[in-house]
């Protein structure tokens, strides 16, 4: 299939410059490139879809570059943002810079002996233009009528824009004019709030190759939504990291597993490189048999496999098992720290406290009196078995590895107590 055909058919494409160009272009192995900002230490899941669609073209024997923006990451980019972003320390970006390039390791093959992908940054460049060369052979190309009405700077327009992020879009022009110069790339692809970015680059690229011919195109990416309306990517505890030391493998792989119905088949598309026949399958069983999630724990396994590797995936799914299923017991105590990492945690090293007052300790309860009928009405579980003795003593209970015990009062509040010696 064509890597159009495929991208249309899974919903990828959003926008793109002339498609019988475009599509007659890749007929043929063709460069193309992405840029992602260093603006933390992490990529995190929204960054997933361009990085994917790179593996994509990859895969269908095209040539891509993934682009840190090592000089654009000091300035900020506007798009889509209601606000200035901060601006950080060059020793900081350049930090956040080296371990993007770790991240997007996992995800496109830099060592094929076909069509490896590039690593660029694009302060090889721009690191060392000054501004007279900035303003003479660049600026001179960008009309401030056409750059107001970008829609990036329009909508900022009201809220206030600086020049240091009005001037974002010709940094990321040249950024195409570069690559297109040392590796002959001809498509950008990026999200839709880059549309705007990146025809300014195609424009400049026309403009310095008059008399040559010299064909580039743009490609967009649909920005990813959730039908219940809130933001996709994001969670009570924040946004979801691909680093594991951010957001662990099993919370990564409950974030997928908790998909909604009407978003799941979207998700499964976009992000798997699943066959359209089998998403397809999954699909009917969403209609048919929603209650089994068959469809979501596909999606689990498969993203989870896919940022984190097979081991951290089996991982995940044996903490899921074990924490709604049942078998806490066959945890590690590895295994029950990364369960329950976002869970209230209490240290102790009396084991002689009652079971009474660490209910109180732990915040499961407010008095002794609440403790005890809490206990002997059947609501208090420890390591997922229900305890009915409030005369217990920690000594007395049986730990997680020697060293953890998981509360839970009624059916969501969970407790962990680790215990020292």
Same mark, same amino acid.
């Given at each position: 299939?064509?890597?159009?055909?495929?991208?249309?058919?899974?919903?990828?494409?959003?926008?793109?410059?002339?498609?019988?160009? /475009?599509?007659?272009?890749?007929?043929?192995?063709?460069?193309?490139?992405?840029?992602?900002?260093?603006?933390?230490?992490?990529?995190?899941?929204?960054?997933? /879809?361009?990085?994917? *669609?790179?593996?994509?073209?990859?895969?269908?024997?095209?040539?891509?570059?993934?682009?840190?923006?090592?000089?654009?990451?000091?300035?900020g980019d506007p798009s889509?943002?209601?606000?200035?972003?901060? !601006?950080?320390?060059?020793?900081?970006?350049?930090? &956040?810079?080296?371990?993007?390039?770790?991240?997007?390791? @996992?995800?496109?093959?830099?060592?094929?002996?076909?069509?490896?992908?590039?690593?660029?940054?694009?302060?090889?460049?721009?690191?060392?233009?000054?501004?007279?060369?900035?303003?003479?052979?660049?600026? @001179?190309?960008?009309?401030?009528?056409?750059?107001?009405?970008?829609?990036?700077?329009?909508?900022?327009?009201?809220?206030?824009?600086?020049?240091?992020?009005?001037?974002?879009?010709?940094?990321?022009?040249?950024?195409?004019? @570069? /690559?297109?110069?040392?590796?002959?790339?001809?498509?950008?692809?990026?999200?839709?709030?880059?549309?705007?970015?990146?025809?300014?680059?195609?424009?400049?690229?026309?403009?310095?190759?008059?008399?040559?011919?010299?064909?580039?195109?743009?490609?967009?990416?649909?920005?990813?939504?959730?039908?219940?309306?809130? @933001?996709?990517?994001?969670?009570?505890?924040?946004? *979801? &990291? !691909?680093?594991?030391?951010?957001?662990?493998?099993?919370?990564?792989?409950?974030? &997928?597993?908790?998909?909604?119905?009407?978003?799941?088949?979207?998700?499964l598309k976009f992000f798997?490189?699943?066959? !359209?026949?089998?998403?397809?399958?999954?699909?009917?069983?969403?209609?048919?048999?929603?209650?089994?999630?068959?469809?979501?724990?596909?999606?689990?396994?498969?993203?989870?496999?896919?940022?984190?590797?097979?081991?951290?995936?089996?991982?995940?799914?044996?903490?899921?098992?074990?924490?709604?299923?049942?078998?806490?017991?066959? !945890?590690?105590?590895?295994?029950?720290?990364?369960?329950?990492?976002?869970?209230?945690?209490?240290?102790?090293?009396?084991?002689?406290?009652?079971?009474?007052?660490? /209910?109180?300790? *732990?915040?499961? *309860?407010?008095?002794?009196?609440?403790?005890r009928e809490s206990i002997?009405?059947?609501?208090?579980?420890?390591?997922?078995?229900?305890?009915?003795?409030?005369?217990?003593?920690?000594?007395?209970?049986?730990?997680?590895?020697?060293?953890?015990?998981?509360?839970?009062?009624?059916?969501?509040?969970?407790?962990?107590?680790?215990?020292?010696?």
């Amino acid at each position: 299939m064509h890597i159009l055909d495929d991208l249309k058919n899974r919903g990828l494409i959003y926008q793109h410059t002339d498609e019988e160009m /475009l599509r007659k272009r890749l007929d043929t192995p063709t460069t193309l490139y992405c840029g992602f900002d260093p603006t933390a230490d992490s990529l995190h899941i929204g960054h997933l /879809l361009p990085i994917l *669609v790179l593996r994509r073209f990859q895969l269908a024997g095209h040539h891509p570059i993934a682009l840190v923006g090592g000089a654009t990451g000091l300035i900020g980019d506007p798009s889509g943002k209601l606000n200035e972003r901060t !601006l950080n320390p060059k020793e900081t970006v350049e930090e &956040w810079s080296n371990k993007i390039k770790a991240q997007l390791s @996992k995800f496109l093959d830099f060592d094929s002996s076909e069509n490896p992908a590039i690593l660029a940054n694009n302060y090889e460049w721009l690191g060392s233009m000054n501004v007279i060369e900035f303003l003479r052979d660049v600026g @001179k190309n960008f009309s401030v009528g056409m750059m107001l009405a970008k829609e990036s700077v329009e909508s900022r327009m009201d809220r206030g824009l600086s020049f240091t992020e009005f001037s974002y879009m010709i940094l990321q022009s040249y950024d195409f004019l @570069k /690559l297109n110069e040392l590796y002959d790339c001809e498509l950008q692809v990026g999200g839709q709030d880059q549309w705007g970015n990146i025809t300014s680059g195609t424009d400049l690229i026309r403009r310095r190759s008059v008399g040559e011919d010299k064909q580039v195109h743009g490609l967009t990416v649909p920005l990813v939504t959730k039908s219940d309306g809130t @933001k996709f990517g994001k969670t009570e505890s924040g946004a *979801v &990291w !691909l680093d594991p030391e951010k957001t662990s493998p099993y919370k990564f792989y409950q974030f &997928w597993l908790n998909a909604d119905d009407r978003d799941v088949v979207k998700y499964l598309k976009f992000f798997t490189f699943l066959p !359209l026949d089998e998403i397809k399958g999954l699909e009917e069983e969403v209609v048919t048999q929603p209650e089994k999630r068959n469809a979501q724990r596909v999606l689990a396994r498969e993203m989870t496999e896919l940022v984190h590797g097979q081991e951290a995936r089996e991982r995940a799914e044996k903490i899921s098992q074990a924490l709604f299923t049942g078998g806490l017991e066959n !945890l590690s105590g590895a295994e029950v720290e990364e369960g329950f990492s976002d869970v209230p945690s209490t240290t102790i090293s009396d084991q002689e406290v009652s079971l009474v007052d660490l /209910l109180i300790q *732990v915040g499961a *309860v407010s008095s002794k009196r609440q403790a005890r009928e809490s206990i002997e009405s059947g609501a208090i579980y420890i390591n997922g078995v229900r305890h009915s003795d409030s005369s217990s003593t920690v000594a007395q209970l049986d730990k997680l590895d020697e060293r953890f015990l998981v509360i839970r009062r009624g059916k969501k509040n969970y407790f962990l107590v680790k215990i020292t010696n």
